[in-house]
Nanobody, 123 residues
Framework: VQLQASGGGLVQAGGSLRLSCAFSGRTFSNYALAWFRQAPEKEREFVAGATNYFSAFYGDSVKGRFTFSRDNAKKTAYLQMNSLKPEDTAVYYC??????????????????WGQGTLVTVSS
């Protein structure tokens, strides 16, 4: 499995970005996907995740602002980020684990990681 994250960039506070995570190598629908992020000098934190069969769930800091989705035909997961804040500045990583039904908030539970894409939100 390979994951390729893209879509990061510089945006002003209050703006929007959409991140993409392109998946290759195996059957996409069999994998749970998630987004994590890591700000400078902070630990990596869970942002959002979902399986093919259950709705997405979110970290507390992004609820109501970010939306996770997946397109099985394109084998791609997305993270729509609205109402961005300077504290959302981080490198964003997509991750995958082989599981049709259960995802996780714990990075140790994921086997595959993309290279990360930087999101910078200016005030």
């Amino acid at each position: 499995v390979q994951l390729q994250a893209s879509g990061g960039g510089l945006v002003q506070a209050g703006g929007s970005l959409r991140l993409s995570c392109a998946f290759s190598g195996r059957t996409f629908s069999n994998y749970a996907l998630a987004w994590f992020r890591q700000a400078p000098e902070k630990e990596r934190e869970f942002v959002a995740g979902a399986t093919n069969y259950f709705s997405a769930f979110y970290g507390d800091s992004v609820k109501g602002r970010f939306t996770f989705s997946r397109d099985n035909a394109k084998k791609t997961a997305y993270l729509q980020m609205n109402s961005l804040k300077p504290e959302d500045t981080a490198v964003y990583y997509c991750a995958a684990r082989w599981d049709r039904y259960a995802t996780s908030r714990e990075e140790k539970d994921f086997d595959y990681w993309g290279q990360g894409t930087l999101v910078t939100v200016s005030s």
